[in-house]
């Protein structure tokens, strides 16, 4: 069966009743929307502060493929067999994008047996967070240009406004657009463009923010654009826009619950991407799930170059969490594509393209271990066509590398497919206390914490920036050089070659514009010819996504 059909015959339990029965989870601090989706109460959320945290388990993986890793399913995968194993656990995942959604992916709740359900409602507008956040983001917008409109009293500069507008779906179109035409009843004339909504930083902001006093600072903080002295900056706040931009974020900023195919709670709170955003889930999720369970499972987008490394050096730093355990997700087939194999050619066993391939494993393993001090356990998501033979010298290379590898058949046999897999987890979590090592300080420069991230994680020779975003960089350094840096890079390649696969290694990091993001409390950094709004693909997911006349949805995968 397709992900879709497997998930719709799920025997889910109202999720009023589940919390309750799990976690213990008052009703009254549960908002329903519908009989299997609900918001939990930031008072409820409050109300754990005095309990004693579980241990974190971050899920990420090797650089993505077109042949599939899984690490979605893998996270889910790994809560149900903890469960199963008799601890509590809870998941942490992030919200899907509509985007991806339409365009390559289809849906983004796992798979096979490994998903979380309602899957149609996780996948198209779910609880309406992101149609808030880019509300509120719009509505900052609007109130820019009625500013200009009506007398530009802040004496801000049209051609220095950084602010753009932002839409739940990829549409190439609208990366550079001009508004106001037709006269000035229709406003002032200048050019604008949009994001996709993960990038918009109101997200970011949503996902760092720990109440709902930060929130409203922070969307106060948003540095909107400058004036004409060009240094000068302006903020949302001088347009007394934060308390109505968190009016419209009052119920997306409650994390939401639902439930795995084994009826195991799960919270899916927040979606910004990795490659152009910071792409973690809401700390609030994850901060409530440490003090429900005893295990907080929880993903980071995108390989671990970019998710993990963001985790790490972006959330963990601003909230204090500490992962006990790190999950490094590989399949055979994608690390034979990184071998070189074309994707009609990867059900064949091929030893030699998987050597080739492993130094993309090896490099992301290395720098869990290395740069971060993190144990690590290698997961091998399982496909029908694995051969014996490359399994086993899989495992013995992770072996040599000091890393237990654990091949893992949640896809098709839900969470008891992963019980070796989640048995390894604990074992490994209990031997240590939680901690690791950031890959920059913060006391180092906006550029040396580029560069650190480029030679030491993408293995490059160093960055570059023409003279227009090195003066740039030097001039964020003078207010925010404290800020860790979120690089918006190709997710594909550790170069900013999409193509270059395997573990490219002396290549340069072009920066080729940075973004202040001063509410979410770190600077963009945008590598190579990055889009934050991304395109369709010729052939997109969304011509395959229907519905029936009873209104059941076909189609995602």
Request: contains cysteine; neutral net charge.
């Amino acid at each position: 069966m397709t992900d879709i059909e497997i998930a719709q015959q799920a025997k889910m339990q109202p999720i009023i009743a589940l919390a309750a029965e799990k976690f213990g989870i008052p009703a009254e601090h549960l908002d329903p929307y519908g009989h299997y989706k609900a918001k939990l109460s930031l008072e409820y959320v409050n109300s754990l502060a005095d309990r004693q945290d579980g241990r974190l388990i971050l899920v990420t993986a090797i650089s993505p493929t077109p042949a599939g890793e899984g690490k979605t399913t893998t996270t889910v995968g790994l809560g149900d067999a903890i469960n199963r194993l008799g601890k509590k656990a809870i998941l942490c995942l992030r919200e899907p994008s509509l985007g991806p959604c339409f365009g390559m992916k289809g849906g983004a709740a796992g798979g096979g047996y490994a998903q979380v359900v309602p899957m149609e409602d996780i996948n198209l507008h779910f609880t309406g967070d992101f149609h808030a956040i880019g509300a509120a983001h719009n509505l900052l917008a609007a109130l820019i240009d009625n500013h200009i409109n009506h007398g530009n009293a802040l004496g801000l500069d049209p051609r220095r406004i950084h602010w753009k507008r932002v839409v739940d779906m990829n549409d190439r179109a609208l990366r550079k657009i001009v508004i106001g035409m037709g006269g000035a009843a229709n406003g002032f004339m200048r050019e604008d463009g949009y994001d996709i909504v993960v990038a918009s930083e109101i997200m970011a902001i949503l996902c760092l923010a720990i109440s709902r006093v930060d929130l409203k600072q922070r969307l106060g903080r948003i540095v909107i654009g400058y004036k004409s002295d060009r240094v000068t900056p302006v903020f949302a706040s001088d347009l007394n826009a934060q308390g109505a931009m968190a009016a419209l974020l009052k119920d997306a900023i409650k994390p939401n619950l639902v439930q795995t195919l084994e009826n195991n709670l799960a919270i899916i709170h927040g979606g910004p991407f990795a490659n152009i955003a910071h792409g973690c889930n809401t700390v609030t999720a994850t901060k409530t799930a440490l003090k429900l369970a005893d295990y907080a499972i929880t993903e980071a987008g995108f390989g671990a170059d970019l998710g993990a490394e963001k985790f790490l050096d972006i959330k963990c730093r601003m909230s204090g969490l500490k992962p006990s355990v790190v999950v490094l997700v590989a399949t055979v087939r994608a690390l034979k594509f990184h071998g070189g194999v074309p994707v009609e050619e990867l059900n064949k066993e091929n030893l030699q393209a998987l050597a080739q391939g492993f130094v993309n494993l090896e490099r992301h393993l290395y720098n869990i271990k290395h740069h971060y001090g993190l144990p690590c356990v290698v997961c091998i998501n399982h496909f029908t066509d694995d051969t014996e033979p490359e399994i086993a010298w899989l495992q013995q290379k992770c072996a040599d590398q000091g890393a237990p590898c654990v091949v893992s058949k949640h896809w098709a046999k839900g969470g008891i497919g992963a019980e070796e897999l989640a048995q390894t987890v604990l074992d490994m979590a209990v031997q240590r206390e939680p901690g690791f090592t950031y890959v920059y300080e913060e006391s180092a420069t906006l550029w040396e914490k580029l560069s650190a991230i480029a030679t030491k994680l993408y293995g490059a020779a160093g960055i570059s920036a023409s003279p227009k975003v090195k003066a740039e960089i030097d001039a964020l350094q003078a207010h925010y050089g404290r800020f860790p840096v979120c690089m918006a890079k190709t997710q594909m390649s550790f170069s900013t070659n999409a193509a270059a696969k395997g573990a490219p290694s002396g290549h340069t990091v072009e920066i080729s514009e940075v973004r202040l993001a001063n509410g979410a409390g770190f600077i963009v950094a945008i590598a190579g010819d990055m889009m934050t709004m991304p395109g369709l693909p010729k052939t997109p997911a969304a011509e395959k996504i229907d519905i029936t006349d009873d209104g059941v949805i076909t189609g995602l995968f």
